[in-house]
């Protein structure tokens, strides 16, 4: 089974709790959207190799790290994954962006894809998959059966609010998929929203609603 880890720092945890207040501007939401989801890239790297490189300071030469030549890809799920992606890529601007678009019917909750642009790459690459919201699961789950088939393997998800049965269909359908939140809410309701939640992670950052 795939890992599921909720990721604790108190910044994530501070700037989430504002994120779901009712009462902020979209503004806010759109910068606090993009704060965590830097915050959370910092952990979810937390694996990268790194490897040994000679470098000359003004002193001495010295031995110092650097990543081992990794290649990644951000690829956000629209529209709400938008929001995050600049706050990552500021942190790793080698990144190549793909997107895939999909939203969820209001009736089915099923996930309904309408756009994918993918580095040509893509199969070489480490993949972060970023969507704010993992509720029914089905939109992660579609996005990444969307890479598996163009041959991409290494995969994580990265959102920021998880709802139990999310975790579990995604967990279950891609057991080889590790995912990243920064809070496992308590369940969805009736219409599919997560709660406690902060609503429609799309609607909020766009201000179309
Ligand atoms: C939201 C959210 C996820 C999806 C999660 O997108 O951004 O993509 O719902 O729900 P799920 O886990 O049940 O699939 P939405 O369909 O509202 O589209 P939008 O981002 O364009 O508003
Ligand atoms: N999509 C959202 O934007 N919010 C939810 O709570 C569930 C799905």
Known sequence: MSNFTVVEHPLIQHKLSILRR????S????????????LMAYEVTRDL???DITIETPI?????KQIAGKKMAIIPILRAGIGMVDGIHSLMPAAR??????????ETLQPVEYLVKL???????????????LATGGSAIMGIDILKKRKAH????????????GVKALQEAHPDIDIYA??????LNEHGYIVPGLGDAGDRLFGTK
């Open 49 to 51: 190799p790194l490897e």
């Open 27 to 38: 503004k806010e939401f759109r910068e606090l959207v993009n704060e965590i989801g830097m």
């Open 154 to 165: 290494n995969i994580k998800f990265v959102c920021l609010v998880a709802a139990p049965e």
């Open 60 to 64: 001495t030469t010295t031995t110092a």
């Open 119 to 133: 580095p040509t790459d893509i199969a070489d690459r480490d993949i972060l998959l970023v969507d704010p919201m």
């Open 97 to 106: 962006v793909g997107h895939i678009g999909m939203y969820r019917d209001e």
């Open 182 to 187: 920064a809070a496992l809410d308590d369940h």
């Open 22 to 25: 009712k009462d902020i501007s």
